[in-house]
């Protein structure tokens, strides 16, 4: 009867103990149970499966060295796959905590008050997400913790989550909202504010406020609790240090990142970034530079020598030794075989000493092989490849005129001395590549045996002023491959824009190239002289031609020095030697308004005044006169847009968006209401393109055809003649009216190596960060 009744004893207190620990229960009994179960049972295990991820998605990413550190690592959303397993368990077991221990009343509604651990498994819950790469839900699971859990301090840590995920998805005015509201926050737990900091600086990296991120990187150093992340934040602090030129303070920064011992990678690029960082008066530029030349002795930086030699250019540089600079900068470009951010590095280092001399010609050589090299996420991609695409016109209209002129000498000779003056060239042709198989074979020998670092110098051509010979000899061939094939890359089966095409469609391009070489040497030499006498202008109009492609190439060069380059005295010169030798040239008006500005701005008031008075004594009417009287003249121009400029815009959206009845309508009201007005041709062009959209190819032919015949000092004249040829030139058309599409795209030429232009239209809600929306 004893052991009967104290086994009931204990089958009633533990069913009363059960039922004091159901979720409905909040008191002291349920309370302790349901929070020691939410801590131990489930988030403990979950945290331990988060941290195990988050190191191995961070270990995941590889670092990029040539440009700023981002705060964190989180790879992307492909690598992050490989931590599904370890995320998903951590779902499992924190949502079976909050499904079995959150506090609820009778009704199912959650009493967080009562609760301690809960908001703690649905931040793990929100971090699993997260790390997952699924944003939106884990912004949801954050939002909920901010606004369930107000008298815990889950709270704040869930704001510093929605931040944290709001950066990744580059919505960047809500990051913001959330960094000022924990920033005004007195009870931020030590964790929390620990880690704000460290948020906060990647928040002004984002926005390029490198003043802000220093501020809060010196505060994340000291408090971060993990070694790593401490090392990592002190390397980011010094790169901005160096960006912004303080090279002492980012010198002291490096050395203390070598002393913590990080791994290998990082230790040497901070000894890399030190050496580019130190004073060439101090005592510390002598043991840097011989710890620098062991590193290169070292077996164990092979792979890293491009990077050695790099800092080494860094330290000749800031020793003023120029050429040294350039040497070891070309070393570092030989030494490059798989890290091709840092050959284009240092090639463009190489770019920028020849910018600068100023030596244009070699300086485009160097850009041109840093963009071929360079990552397009790199930082600054955008503005290397517009300085490349400036000094490539400025060269091609430099070659232009070069070209243009000499060939209009050779117009001028007797056929006897042309033909003489091409016999010459081969003679020279022959002699040049005979002396370049020797030279390819000296440099072949010194590349073995590294003795001649000079080798990467781009070729320069021999200074001849005759037209085929030098670079123009060199352009003719590297503009046929690029109008042919685009701008490739060295690199095998350049051929192929596809590397997976059919063989049988390659062997056919081959095959195609094969039949245009001649084997013969004396007929492959007949058919090369014939080629080149063929250039040569032969009837005054295509020496007018020319002329014509001279002048656009002085406007454009001395336009290009001016506005991309800054080169102001270059950009002068250029306008009067246009003016020099072509006094009644159509830029004229504009080249004397250019040369008054830039006087102007190159303080020469004597040379300034000359070109205004010019344009305000002799053309006082011209816009140009007008601007100078009133500097608003051109913004007043534009506001006082004519009745039938607006209707012709009107008209011409109207083409735009398909309703050619309506436009075919307009052009007859424009005749009725604007009878002679100077838009009559481009009214008659609009109709004629409605009029291929809509009826059979006669009709629009005969439209185009009247075009030609009636507006022949008009551009438009020109824009229906090209038509006519693509029209003239199919074999056969199917269709009764002229292709939709196909018709316009062939009409074109495309060119890959050309720059091309993209709009990208969005709605403008919200902020918009438009670099990331570019990449």
Not at 540 to 562: C, F, L, T
Not at 698 to 717: C, H, M, W
Not at 724 to 729: F, Q, S, V
Request: charged letters at 30%.
């Amino acid at each position: 009867m004893h052991s009967s009744g104290l086994k009931v004893i204990i089958v009633f207190a533990f069913a009363l103990f059960m039922s004091s620990c159901k979720n409905t229960k909040s008191g002291f009994i349920s309370r302790n149970y349901h929070d020691l179960t939410a801590r131990y049972n489930g988030l403990y295990n979950a945290n331990l499966k988060i941290e195990d991820g988050a190191q191995k998605l961070s270990d995941a990413q590889v670092d990029i060295y040539d440009r700023t550190l981002p705060v964190y690592k989180y790879a992307d959303a492909q690598k992050a796959k490989s931590i599904y397993p370890q995320m998903d368990e951590a779902l499992k077991k924190t949502s079976t905590v909050i499904q079995r221990h959150t506090l609820v009343d009778k009704n199912g509604n959650e009493k967080p008050d009562k609760e301690h651990w809960i908001d703690d498994n649905w931040i793990a819950y929100g971090k699993a997400l997260f790390y997952k790469h699924e944003y939106f839900e884990a912004i949801e699971t954050f939002k909920y913790v901010e606004t369930t859990y107000k008298k815990e301090q889950g709270r704040h840590e869930g704001s510093l989550w929605l931040a944290k995920t709001y950066l990744q998805l580059t919505q960047l005015k809500e990051a913001e909202d959330k960094l000022d509201y924990l920033r005004n926050q007195k009870d931020l737990s030590k964790k929390v504010r620990a880690e704000y900091d460290a948020v906060a600086a990647d928040f002004y990296l984002q926005t390029r406020n490198t003043d802000r991120a220093i501020e809060h990187l010196k505060l994340a150093i000291p408090v971060a609790k993990n070694r790593n992340n401490q090392i990592r934040y002190m390397f980011i602090l010094a790169q901005l240090y160096q960006q912004k030129g303080d090279f002492k303070t980012a010198f002291e920064l490096y050395t203390k990142v070598i002393k913590k011992n990080p791994v290998y990678e990082m230790a040497f690029n901070a000894r890399i970034n030190r050496a580019r960082c130190f004073d060439a008066q101090s005592q510390n530029s002598n043991s840097v530079k011989k710890e620098l030349q062991k590193m290169a002795k070292d077996p164990k930086n092979k792979e890293y020598l491009d990077q050695v030699y790099y800092a080494l250019a860094g330290i000749s540089q800031k020793e003023s030794k120029e050429e040294e600079e350039i040497i070891y900068l070309q070393k570092s470009v030989l030494a490059s075989t798989s890290n091709k951010n840092q050959k284009a590095i240092s090639y463009l280092e190489l770019g920028k000493i020849y910018l600068s001399k100023p030596d244009y010609k070699t300086a485009q050589l160097y850009y041109d092989s840093c963009i071929t090299n360079l990552g397009n996420d790199h930082p600054d991609y955008t503005d290397i490849l517009t300085k490349r695409n400036s000094l490539t016109k400025l060269m091609k209209a430099l070659n232009t005129i070069h070209d243009q002129d000499s060939l209009m000498v050779l117009a001028r000779m007797t056929p006897a001395e042309r033909e003489k003056a091409v016999d010459d060239l081969l003679k020279k042709e022959d002699e040049e590549r005979q002396r370049k198989m020797e030279e390819e074979k000296e440099q072949q020998v010194n590349q073995l045996f590294n003795t001649d670092t000079k080798q990467q110098q781009p070729t320069r051509g021999n200074g001849s002023s005759w037209y085929f010979y030098n670079t123009s000899a060199i352009s003719f061939g590297t503009n046929d491959f690029q109008r042919k094939w685009g701008n490739r890359k060295l690199e095998d089966d350049w051929r192929r824009s596809n590397k997976q095409m059919n063989i049988q469609e390659d062997e056919t391009v081959v095959e195609e190239t094969k039949k245009e070489e001649i084997k013969d040497p004396t007929e492959a030499r007949e058919a090369h002289k014939k080629e080149l006498l063929d250039k040569i202008p032969s009837d005054q109009a295509a020496i007018d031609k020319s002329m014509g492609k001279v002048i656009d190439a002085y406007y454009n060069a001395a336009m290009i020095y001016n506005e991309q380059l800054n080169d102001k005295p270059a950009s002068a010169k250029m306008f009067e030697d246009l003016l020099s030798k072509y006094p009644d040239n159509k830029y004229k008006l504009p080249a004397y308004y250019q040369l008054y500005r830039l006087y102007l701005s190159m303080k020469d008031p004597q040379k300034s005044d000359y070109y205004k008075n010019l344009l305000l004594d002799k053309y006082p009417d011209s816009d140009y006169a007008m601007i100078i009287k009133n500097p608003n003249f051109m913004a007043e121009k534009a506001s006082k847009k004519s009745d039938i400029e607006l209707f012709y815009e009107d008209t011409y959206r109207k083409y735009l968006n398909g309703e050619y009845a309506s436009v075919i309508s307009c052009k007859a009201q424009a005749e009725q209401m604007y009878p002679g007005n100077i838009y009559v041709p481009k009214f008659d062009m609009l109709k004629t393109l409605s009029i291929g959209r809509t009826q059979p190819v006669g009709v629009f032919t005969a439209s185009l055809q009247d075009i030609v015949r009636n507006y022949s000092e008009d551009p438009v004249k020109d824009q229906a003649q090209d038509i006519l040829d693509y029209i003239n030139g199919i074999s056969s058309i199917d269709d009764n009216k002229i292709p939709e599409k196909d018709t316009v795209a062939r009409m074109y030429n495309y060119m890959e190596s050309a720059p091309h232009l993209l709009v990208i239209s969005f709605r403008n809600v919200g902020p918009v960060n438009s670099d990331q929306l570019k990449n």
